[in-house]
């Protein structure tokens, strides 16, 4: 690689039901495979999974929202759309124990609303695994990506809106989590 280039793996997801599914986008060129539903429905499709392609493959997605009578966050399926009754925090535990080797976790309360990420349901969860945790879900000022880390310490932030409408760039972005102490790759 040349200092230009960057590695940047590439993950597909949505759809992922089985073993072989999984085989399939690892064989057609994916670098890690993302599951959420399928996960929840059947966990030890994560540990099948790792035990096959490794850890390093298997990012487990997890959709959650706010529970309004009780504590903590509840997993939502199906593109946030239908309740699972699984707490996040402990569905995360478990997914990491079985052997996923990241976790793609998306705040349903701020997904699309650009008031910043979940730090609260970012550092719960990165507390209680040992596995990277991807930030997604808020993202809409500049300071939002710094503070994921920071405050929600994830070990990655995602975002759609910001790039896609062109409100922000990469190098913004990345300027700016430099800025909030964050390392980042120039």
Same mark, same amino acid.
């Given at each position: 690689?040349?200092?230009?280039?960057?590695?940047?793996?590439?993950?597909?997801?949505?759809?992922?039901?089985?073993?072989?599914?999984?085989?399939?986008?690892?064989?057609?060129?994916?670098?890690?495979?993302?599951?959420? &539903?399928? $996960? %929840?429905?059947? @966990?030890?499709?994560?540990?099948?999974? =790792?035990?096959?392609? /490794?850890?390093?493959?298997?990012? +487990?997605?997890?959709?959650?929202?706010?529970?309004?009578?009780?504590?903590?966050?509840?997993?939502?399926?199906?593109?946030?759309?239908?309740?699972?009754?699984?707490?996040?925090?402990?569905?995360?535990?478990?997914?990491?124990?079985?052997?996923?080797?990241?976790?793609?976790?998306?705040?349903?309360?701020?997904?699309?609303?650009?008031?910043?990420?979940?730090?609260?349901?970012?550092?719960?969860? &990165?507390? $209680? %695994?040992?596995? @990277?945790?991807?930030?997604?879900?808020? =993202?809409?000022?500049? /300071?939002?990506?710094?503070?994921? +880390?920071?405050?929600?310490?994830?070990?990655?932030?995602?975002?759609?809106?910001?790039?896609?409408?062109?409100?922000?760039?990469?190098?913004?972005?990345?300027?700016?989590?430099?800025?909030?102490?964050?390392?980042?790759?120039?």
């Amino acid at each position: 690689r040349t200092a230009e280039q960057v590695f940047i793996p590439f993950t597909i997801g949505g759809g992922i039901r089985t073993v072989e599914d999984i085989r399939d986008v690892l064989a057609a060129g994916a670098d890690k495979v993302s599951i959420n &539903s399928a $996960a %929840v429905r059947d @966990p030890e499709l994560i540990t099948r999974a =790792a035990e096959r392609f /490794g850890s390093q493959c298997i990012v +487990v997605a997890i959709d959650a929202r706010r529970r309004e009578n009780a504590e903590g966050w509840e997993v939502f399926l199906n593109g946030g759309r239908v309740p699972s009754g699984r707490e996040a925090v402990a569905w995360a535990i478990e997914a990491a124990e079985r052997g996923a080797g990241e976790i793609l976790l998306t705040s349903m309360d701020r997904d699309g609303t650009k008031d910043g990420f979940d730090c609260e349901l970012l550092a719960a969860v &990165s507390g $209680a %695994v040992g596995i @990277p945790v991807i930030a997604s879900g808020g =993202a809409g000022d500049l /300071g939002d990506f710094g503070e994921a +880390v920071t405050e929600g310490r994830a070990d990655a932030v995602l975002a759609a809106s910001v790039f896609h409408d062109g409100v922000y760039s990469v190098a913004q972005v990345k300027s700016a989590m430099a800025d909030a102490g964050v390392e980042v790759r120039p």
